[in-house]
């Protein structure tokens, strides 16, 4: 089965710097790689999905690109703010399941 | 217009009790998804159904056992409750196979006393 590896599983960085979370995945069969964030309480929310056949995809400060020779993929946070302090999770979706990784807990720190 | 609804938000309950979840979706997916989140923030599938078929069971004790009565319902029973089944429970929901993303209910929070 797919094997979803994330890094790092904690990350801090002042207000406005750049944050980076890289996932690596097994399975060459998979072909969507959405990223959730998920806020202390609350349930896990789509804010960005790549499919295999794009390598780069960008929504205002966010962006997740693909390699998929390597079976890697990232996601790319610039200008950080404070309200984007929460747990991020990427996944990868083969067949009829997905499988996330770990989690990077993100602190923004004003 | 909650799109992936559970009930109870909360559940508080003593061990070797049984209690059961309810989600319901109004999106017009057809799988549905249990996710259990421990301490750690893991997300642990659970159970899939498509159209009120199994198609995922992943190793999760007979105690749980979920039920599908259509497709825009997936409760889940827990039987003889145990210290270690305290977690948020999610569950959420696709189209399977179009490529599209999973959509979360707001989670159970279960303890057990």
């Known amino acids: 089965g797919e094997n979803v590896e994330q890094h790092p599983s904690t990350l801090s960085v002042q207000e406005g710097d750049s944050a980076v979370i890289k996932c690596t995945y097994s399975d060459s069969a998979s072909n969507y790689f959405p990223w959730y964030k998920q806020e202390l309480g609350k349930r896990p929310q789509l804010i960005i999905d790549?499919?295999?056949?794009?390598g780069e995809k960008k929504d205002q400060r966010i962006a997740v690109t693909l390699n998929k020779t390597a079976k890697h993929f990232s996601l790319h946070i610039t200008e950080t703010q404070p309200e984007d302090s929460a747990v991020y999770f990427c996944a990868a979706n083969a067949g009829n399941q997905f499988y996330f990784g770990t989690g990077t807990s993100l602190t923004v720190i004003p | 217009d909650t799109a992936v609804s559970q009930t109870p938000k909360y559940l508080v309950t003593q061990m070797g009790n049984d209690k059961s979840i309810k989600c319901e979706q109004n999106l017009g997916h057809d799988t549905m998804y249990w996710y259990k989140q421990d301490s750690k923030k893991f997300l642990k599938i659970m159970f899939s159904?498509?159209?009120?078929?199994?198609?995922i069971n992943e190793t999760v004790p007979n105690r749980f056992s979920p039920k599908s009565p259509d497709k825009a319902h997936l409760n889940l029973h827990i039987n003889s409750l145990e210290l270690g089944d305290s977690a948020v429970y999610f569950c959420?929901?696709?189209?399977?196979?179009?490529?599209?993303?999973?959509?979360f209910g707001d989670g159970t929070r279960l303890s057990i006393l």
């Open positions: 790549i499919r295999s056949n794009v």
């Open positions: 959420a929901s696709s189209h399977l196979g179009d490529n599209q993303p999973q959509h």
């Open positions: 159904y498509n159209n009120k078929e199994l198609i």
